[in-house]
């Protein structure tokens, strides 16, 4: 039998042997306890990773295999083909991978699941491509003739099947761009204007100088100190509409073979000005962008110094410029000994009458030109002897034009069996700008009927459909009239208006009763300066509101709505103003707008004329008294808020009008937003 001890023994080593066991149980408790934690969190973190890479409707981004070739496309750009589409599988793809049930799908190595779609995943990213980008994109899928390529036939499938039915419109969009080129577009922030500012002394003005500001500074701003002479420096590249005006002195004309390009300019002109000069600029310290004048026909020396012959050299002209150029202004010396600039400049202070608005008469406005890949030039050639009197003008493809060397159509083009006419490629409204040069000619005895230059709009069958005919006019009494013939003499018109023209329609100019055309600054030039008879041509985009008045003379100034294209019971639905019948020549605007203006006023109403906001001036304009007889250039932006009158003043001390007649026009862009 046992001793008492042995079992005390015994009980005691089973009681280590199962607290042993205990411990290894707790153990494997606690080992398995930790292998499933880290296998569940393997599986959340398996989880997590699953969710990242599926087609959730919440992930920004969308994984498609199209085709066999993996996309992953911004869940935004889908939704844009989503509004567009109306085939359900586009809505399918955006509902994510937990309503892909009855649509087929892959998954990659990593999990990633994509929803399949059966196209071709070239043809697949043209559409996409398309809906970002619409007609941008399709650009690179036409060609200039406006014809189909394979890719646009192959996109025009894929649109079929998604059913995207913008692409027609938008395709024939373009091509209306290659074949009929690219309308035009004026912004409200797309200007600047530095214009004269008056100098004050003891109250009085004693002069002028550059420095009124006004626009948008990040298109062009006042230059620095350091780059006198410049008035300003381009901050922007781009095409604009230069509306320049500069109170000068007419000078004697040259010779129509002279040959000085190096020193002397018989015109005022804006220009780019090098600080420094390299091998690769001009010879000159200067480059004209605009050349622009009047002449002084009178042969005694002492009398045009003593009494010189004011007026504005005004033009308006589309110029490419560059981020950096430094534009400067310069007066005209001609083929006689004035002195200098600065002695012009003097005359201009002693003799101004504008000299309380400065502004008024010595400005520099850049318009920014959003579209100009379109626009038209060309200058008037000569192929003949300085002597010949031309009654039409000959046009040729300007070399200096604005295109930007794209593939795309300008909105008119030169008649191919007659360079007198250019013709009008589609329907709409054109915007007409340039200048042309006439004189009397030789031993033309006076009728009843006054020489004149008029621009003419025809139809393409010849009916005519709008004439201006007093671009540059001569009327007998007046004293140029009465001097010898000079084949020096040239009158420079400015051809600024609004026109409605008809597809195929034409415009021309013609001289008649006794006036011709004059070869000065035409094309072949003899001096080698840019040539200053041109003509520029823009469709304006039919978003644009315009509006156009003719003026009258009826024993006083009168304005009739004369914009073409619509009928006078839509007047009141497109006109920007309300004629004031009670006064002369004023208009009432209708509502708050910043105008773009643009006109001309003959000679024969005087040689002051001005446009007036609440008789207030807002832009001055002389001509040479009984000398040049070429027409008032009126151009400018102007702010108007509703019930503001802007108003049309002429002087009446030299008006030369014996008849009831048509003698300029007004006409306003409205700037777009």
Same mark, same amino acid.
């Given at each position: ?406 593939? #795309? ?23 007409? #700008? ?211 009158? #802007? ?27």
């Amino acid at each position: 039998m046992l001793t008492q001890r042995s079992l005390n023994i015994v009980l005691y080593s089973q009681e280590q042997t199962r607290n042993k066991i205990a411990v290894i149980i707790h153990k494997i408790s606690l080992v398995m306890s930790n292998s499933c934690s880290a296998k569940k969190r393997k599986q959340n973190a398996s989880g997590a990773n699953q969710q990242r890479v599926t087609n959730h409707c919440s992930c920004p981004i969308v994984y498609l295999n199209v085709g066999g070739a993996n996309r992953n496309i911004r869940r935004s750009l889908l939704n844009d083909l989503c509004t567009l589409s109306g085939n359900p599988i586009v809505c399918d793809v955006l509902l994510g991978d937990a309503h892909w049930s009855e649509v087929p799908t892959t998954t990659d190595s990593d999990g990633t699941v994509r929803i399949y779609l059966d196209r071709n995943p070239d043809a697949f990213d043209d559409l996409l491509q398309y809906i970002e980008y619409r007609k941008l994109f399709l650009e690179e899928l036409i060609d200039k003739n406006g014809e189909d390529g394979t890719r646009l036939k192959r996109l025009g499938l894929e649109c079929d099947f998604f059913t995207v039915e913008t692409l027609s419109a938008d395709v024939e969009d373009v091509k209306d761009k290659f074949v009929f080129g690219e309308s035009v577009f004026f912004r409200a922030d797309g200007w600047f204007s530095i214009a004269g500012q008056n100098v004050l002394r003891d109250g009085e003005v004693v002069g002028w100088r550059w420095g009124k500001v006004s626009g948008n500074q990040s298109l062009a701003s006042s230059s620095n100190e350091s780059m006198k002479p410049a008035i300003a420096e381009v901050k922007t590249t781009g095409t604009y509409l230069a509306l320049f005006s500069l109170h000068s002195v007419a000078v004697y004309a040259f010779a129509p073979t002279h040959r000085d390009k190096e020193e002397h300019d018989e015109f005022c002109h804006l220009c780019v000005f090098h600080e420094h000069l390299t091998s690769t600029e001009c010879g000159c310290w200067t480059y004209p962008l605009i050349r622009c004048g009047a002449f002084d026909y009178r042969t005694d020396t002492e009398v045009r110094h003593n009494h010189p012959l004011l007026f504005t050299a005004a033009c308006v002209e589309p110029i490419s410029l560059r981020k950096g150029n430094q534009l400067y202004c310069s007066h005209g010396e001609g083929g006689q000994t004035l002195s200098a600039t600065r002695r012009i400049g003097d005359l201009v202070r002693v003799h101004s009458e504008f000299s309380d608005k400065a502004e008024c008469a010595h400005f520099m406005t850049l318009i920014r030109v959003f579209g100009a890949e379109s626009v038209a030039k060309w200058n008037v050639t000569w192929d003949g002897d300085h002597n010949d009197e031309p009654s039409t003008v000959k046009w040729t493809a300007c070399k200096n034009g604005c295109s930007t060397g794209k593939n #795309i159509s300008p909105v008119a083009s030169l008649d191919s069996e007659d360079n007198t006419k250019i013709r009008f490629k589609k329907a709409g409204y054109y915007l007409l #700008i340039g200048r042309i040069a006439a004189r009397l000619k030789k031993n033309h005895v006076f009728e009843s009927n006054h020489p004149a230059v008029q621009l003419e709009i025809h139809a393409s069958d010849g009916t005519p459909l709008q004439i201006d005919p007093e671009v540059i006019s001569y009327l007998c009494g007046s004293k140029v009239c009465d001097q010898p013939y000079n084949n020096m003499m040239s009158d420079y018109g400015p051809v600024n208006d609004v026109v409605y023209a008809e597809r195929d329609s034409y415009v021309c100019a013609r001289a008649l009763r006794g006036a011709c055309f004059s070869p000065h600054g035409t094309v072949p030039s003899t001096d080698e300066k840019i040539p200053t008879q041109s003509l520029s041509v823009m469709r304006l985009d039919p978003s644009m509101a315009v509006d156009r008045y003719r003026i009258e003379f009826q024993d006083v100034l009168t304005l009739e709505w004369a914009i073409g294209g619509v009928d006078n019971s839509q007047i009141d639905n497109l006109s920007l103003f309300t004629i004031v019948e009670s006064r002369w020549a004023v208009l009432k605007a209708k509502r708050d707008c910043q105008c773009f203006v643009i006109g001309s006023l003959s000679s024969r109403m005087g040689s002051i004329a001005s446009l007036k906001i609440n008789d207030e001036p807002v832009v001055y304009s002389q001509l040479c008294k009984d000398s040049g007889r070429g027409s008032h250039c009126l151009s400018g932006i102007i702010h108007l808020d509703e019930g503001d009158f #802007i108003e049309l003043c002429c002087s009446e001390e030299d008006r030369m009008w014996s008849s009831t007649c048509n003698c300029g026009h007004l006409a306003f862009v409205a700037l777009g937003s």
